[in-house]
């Protein structure tokens, strides 16, 4: 059988029946209600299921004889390796993109930050992971980020701005929480992060002096009860002690 050609298929007429490719089994051209168009139908016996399938291609002539046909080899591939072609398409469609740590930062921005009232904070928030987790993590899907990559993220600021680390990990946290919800991946790392990273140096407490009681009496009777006018601060001082 001669393989279709443009000449024939710019001929088709509404009431035509489907012309075949002639080159690929099952591949036909179907008309539609307009002269000189129609649709591309893929027909096969599924290896799946046994059931007798149709697969669109397209329509004449937005998709070319010569594109039809290289899709229509394509499915005929898929075929001979056992596979259904519109089962694999189906999978395709329904597989889930996981988005990278930049561009989930940026959408889970989008989100919250309408209900933040402070703009410095709002335009805070983004700018701290641009600046000190998008270098390490932004190019990383979410299911593919590990404690280890959090930890070396947060290594450089961790013990010298740990004021910062610990703005940076706090946010890493909601970004990791807003995949984990939305099933991109299915833990958050960051919860781990602190068992692979020095203890933070804290500042010294510092107690305020304090008087011996047995002083006491005689610090109020001479400071605070004066014969001085009324003064709110001897009064807060006394309900202190």
Aim: proline share 7%; with cysteine; charged share 25%.
């Amino acid at each position: 059988m001669a393989v279709l050609t443009d000449t024939k298929a710019r001929h088709i007429k509404p009431d035509d029946k489907p012309l075949p490719h002639g080159g690929i089994t099952g591949l036909t051209l179907h008309p539609s209600s307009v002269k000189g168009r129609g649709k591309w139908v893929f027909r096969y016996v599924s290896p799946v299921t046994q059931k007798r399938r149709n697969a669109g291609l397209g329509t004449y002539p937005e998709v070319s004889i010569a594109e039809a046909a290289r899709a229509a080899r394509i499915m005929r591939e898929q075929l001979a390796a056992g596979d259904d072609p519109l089962e694999i398409k189906k999978a395709e469609a329904e597989k889930v993109v996981i988005p990278t740590f930049a561009d989930a930062a940026r959408r889970v921005h989008a989100e919250l930050s309408p209900g933040w009232e402070n703009p410095k904070h709002v335009r805070q928030w983004l700018s701290t992971l641009e600046n000190y987790a998008f270098p390490q993590l932004g190019a990383k899907t979410l299911d593919s980020i590990t404690a280890a990559d959090v930890a070396e993220t947060l290594r450089p600021v961790w013990l010298t701005l740990s004021e910062t680390a610990s703005r940076v990990k706090q946010r890493i946290h909601v970004v990791m929480q807003w995949g984990w919800a939305h099933g991109f991946c299915v833990a958050n790392p960051v919860d781990v992060v602190d068992h692979l990273l020095p203890q933070q140096t804290r500042g010294r407490d510092e107690h305020q002096p304090a008087m011996p009681w047995r002083q006491l009496p005689l610090f109020v009777a001479t400071s605070v009860y004066t014969d001085e006018p009324y003064n709110v601060t001897r009064a807060l001082l006394l309900m202190v002690i």
